[in-house]
């Protein structure tokens, strides 16, 4: 094959590689608060850094107007990647109406602004500012049967509610955070109604492989949240047993060039196997200034089309 067309056909696969990031890159935690900036800056600022979709990210922070959402992500020249959904704990019978209630919230937003994904997390076993246990760290057979019914439960009516096809997203501090319960994840449900986001970042704070699992699980993962571990600090936080708060606010996660994680290999294996999903790259961080985030996103970006994700 002649390289010109040689590298025409690679330009159009990496523009098949969709690139966005969300608030968490901009500190946004919640939807109202003092220290984070205004939704249309932070929208107008994604922007400005070269991306092409955001996530929703607090159900709250950005306008819940769909009308006044989408013009603002229009004079952006942005669209909507994902909402997500963390409001309970999937093993606890109980908490199943929160979480329905939540899906038909934001799942609602989500379907009028046309996003690609609905993220499902479970809810936290330790207090995130505390550390203070909520619930036991394992689950027990009987709880991963009553996990697994409300996870397709709840793929089943977010796609008959709003034609979203719900990815679930392993999470530090929740019951499917190592590699090992993500695998038994995967084992148990329906690959038709389930998929799986990625987040290297998670993954690699649980102690797993993010590049080796993406070679392995590849067909099961169209989406990726695309940050990296600070290692020495990752040390310190699971060694005085930091809560996750304390750990985001010591700057466990960091930019994607400077890890844990090999991110050029990553990208190496991830354009390999011909992925042609999302990609949002995420730099939790807790109340930074700012001036901050903005600065980062761009040069992250810069980065990003350095490796191939252009």
């Not at 009028?112 to 394992?138: M, N, P, Q, S, W």
């Not at 089943?156 to 019951?175: D, I």
């Not at 998670?202 to 070679?215: L, P």
């Amino acid at each position: 094959m002649p390289l010109r067309m040689e590298l025409s056909k690679l330009k159009e696969f990496f523009m098949a590689i969709k690139i966005g990031t969300g608030p968490d890159s901009w500190g946004i935690s919640s939807p109202k608060s003092p220290s984070q900036i205004n939704w249309k800056q932070c929208i107008n600022e994604i922007s400005q850094a070269g991306y092409e979709y955001t996530e929703l990210g607090p159900l709250g922070y950005f306008s819940t107007d769909p009308i006044i959402l989408k013009k603002e992500l229009e004079k952006s020249n942005l669209k909507l990647s994902a909402v997500t959904v963390m409001a309970g704990h999937l093993e606890i019978q109980t908490d199943w109406s929160d979480i329905h209630t939540k899906l038909i919230e934001t799942g609602k937003l989500g379907a009028e602004l046309e996003a690609l994904h609905i993220v499902l997390i479970d809810d936290f076993y330790r207090d995130i500012h505390t550390g203070v246990k909520k619930t036991e760290k394992i689950l027990h057979e009987d709880q991963w049967e009553i996990f697994i019914e409300n996870t397709h439960k709840f793929s089943q009516l977010a796609k008959e509610y709003y034609n979203l096809h719900t990815v679930f997203h392993p999470h530090a501090e929740t019951h499917i955070e190592t590699e090992q319960q993500i695998e038994k994840f995967l084992e148990l449900t329906d690959p038709s109604l389930i998929s799986l986001l990625l987040d290297t970042g998670h993954h690699a704070y649980g102690g797993g492989n993010a590049i080796s699992f993406f070679e392995k699980h590849h067909e099961r993962i169209p989406y990726i949240h695309l940050k990296n571990v600070n290692p020495k600090i990752l040390t310190e936080i699971k060694n005085e047993n930091s809560s996750m708060v304390e750990a985001v606010s010591k700057g466990v996660f960091c930019e994607p060039n400077k890890g844990i994680i090999d991110i050029k290999t990553f990208a190496k294996t991830v354009i390999n196997n011909n992925y042609n999903g999302l990609i949002t790259v995420e730099q939790d961080m807790y109340k930074p200034d700012h001036d901050i985030p903005l600065k980062v996103a761009i040069k992250t970006r810069n980065y990003l089309n350095n490796i191939g994700f252009g």
